[in-house]
Each structure stands twice: as structure tokens, then as C-alpha cells.
């Protein structure tokens, strides 16, 4: 099963919206980490988490952290139709795992100008 | 600097050939990772090197899948005998280091596309 579930699977927003993605995992971790992908290859890192962190910034991005519901969200605030993209969320269990991430499957951001 | 890649960026094959993918890390990154990406899935954690350690095997799905590297540089993957369901995009990720309570961000290469007629 997935350690990390993206939801909603697909988002369709107007350029200048905020866009609000979720992630849920199962097992404990020591961070959370978000990525984007452009046209299915190269991934590109967003922002990290850490486990005792709740919020974390970075420009237009807000990530949030509920370890006691096992959840994350991904906010982008003021989006543009570059921001169209698919958004990862990984989980790192740490510990003897550390370093080996846990994707979920993804939602996909479509930005109309 | 240069980021990580990938050689090739494409490879079709006939089911039952081998194939060997390759990874140039970021110079300097002790870790090295390869993920394999399904359509519209995400990654799945395949094998993962730091250093002079043994690799973590974890992830690899059949014993036809195999990985080696040289150092802390490039890293090939191979897939003996391919099968229709070997078909995916191969991810390789590089970070500086892997250490207890250090979080290292991966630097993903634009991956190889793998069809397997």
C-alpha cells in the first residue's frame, strides 16, 4: 500500500488561485518532503518537513504538518500556469530507512491562464 | 554545476533482452538512489547506495533487476530478461550525504524511459 496518498488525484484552477493540495501516510517518519514534476520525468524538490515542525514557508509555498493525523498539506498561494505540474508528497521513515522515500501517486495541477 | 543524468534518455527493447541504465551522479554526492516511475504512478524506492556501505537491495522487484557502482560516481542499473511490466520511467537521485538526523535534499536526473515491446 502507499505510504504516501495524494489527494485530490487531479486540481483544475484559475491562474491567480490558491491551490490546496493534501497527504496522508501511514507509518511514523522523520520528515515529509514535497516535490513537482514536469511532463512525467525529472523530479524537483519543494520544501522539507521535519517531523517536530508544523508549518514550514518557501516563497508561495506553505507546507503544514499533522503528525497525530498523519497528514500533510501542500498550499500554493497566487498560482501561475507555470505551477501546472504534478506534486509528490515522500515520506522519510528515518532510522534505519533514512534516506529511502515513500512516494505517493500524486496530484496533478492544471493552472488555466 | 552539472545535475544529475541519465543515459539514455529513451530505450525500447524486445521483451526478453537486457538492458543497462545509466546514472551520473552529482559530483561529490555519497548517496545515490534509483526509483522506477509507472504511468501516472509514483516512484517506487528500487535500490539506494551511500558510500562504501552495502547497498540497500530493499526495493529491487525480482532478481532479474541488479545495480552496481563504481565509488561514489556513476551507477548502472541492469534488467535482465526484460518483461512488459519492466515498462516505466527509471529515476536515479543523488544527495551529498546520508547521516543520522542530517536531512539531505535528492537531486533527481531526468530519467530513462523504458518500453519493453
Known amino acids: 500500500s502507499q505510504q504516501g496518498e495524494e489527494d485530490p488525484q487531479a486540481l483544475s484552477i484559475q491562474e491567480g488561485e490558491n491551490a490546496t493540495m493534501n497527504c496522508s501516510y501511514k507509518t511514523s517518519i522523520n520528515n515529509l518532503q514535497w516535490y513537482r514534476q514536469n511532463s512525467g520525468r525529472g523530479l524537483v524538490h519543494l520544501i522539507l518537513?521535519?517531523?517536530?515542525?508544523r508549518e514550514k514557508h518557501s516563497g508561495r509555498l506553505r507546507v503544514t504538518l499533522d503528525t497525530s493525523k498523519k497528514s500533510s498539506s501542500l498550499l500554493i498561494t497566487a498560482s501561475r500556469a507555470a505551477d501546472t505540474a504534478s506534486y509528490f508528497c515522500a515520506t522519510d521513515a528515518g532510522g534505519t530507512s533514512y534516506g529511502k522515500l515513500t512516494f505517493g501517486q500524486g496530484t496533478i495541477l492544471t493552472v488555466h491562464p | 554545476g552539472a545535475g544529475v543524468s541519465q543515459s539514455p534518455s529513451n530505450k525500447v527493447t524486445e521483451k526478453g533482452k537486457d538492458v543497462e541504465l545509466r546514472c551520473d551522479p552529482i559530483s561529490g554526492h555519497t548517496a545515490l538512489y534509483w526509483y522506477r516511475q509507472r504511468l501516472g504512478q509514483g516512484l517506487e524506492f528500487l535500490i539506494y547506495f551511500q558510500g562504501n556501505s552495502a547497498p540497500d537491495k530493499s526495493g529491487l522487484p525480482s532478481d532479474r533487476f541488479s545495480a552496481e557502482r563504481t565509488g561514489e560516481s556513476v551507477s548502472t542499473l541492469t534488467i535482465q530478461r526484460t518483461q512488459q511490466e519492466d515498462s516505466a520511467v527509471y529515476l536515479c537521485?543523488?544527495?551529498?550525504?546520508?547521516?543520522?538526523?542530517?536531512?539531505?535534499?535528492?537531486?533527481f536526473g531526468p530519467g530513462t524511459r523504458l518500453t519493453v515491446l
Open positions: 537521485a543523488s544527495s551529498l550525504r546520508r547521516r543520522r538526523g542530517g536531512l539531505d535534499e535528492q537531486f
Open positions: 518537513i521535519r517531523s517536530n515542525e
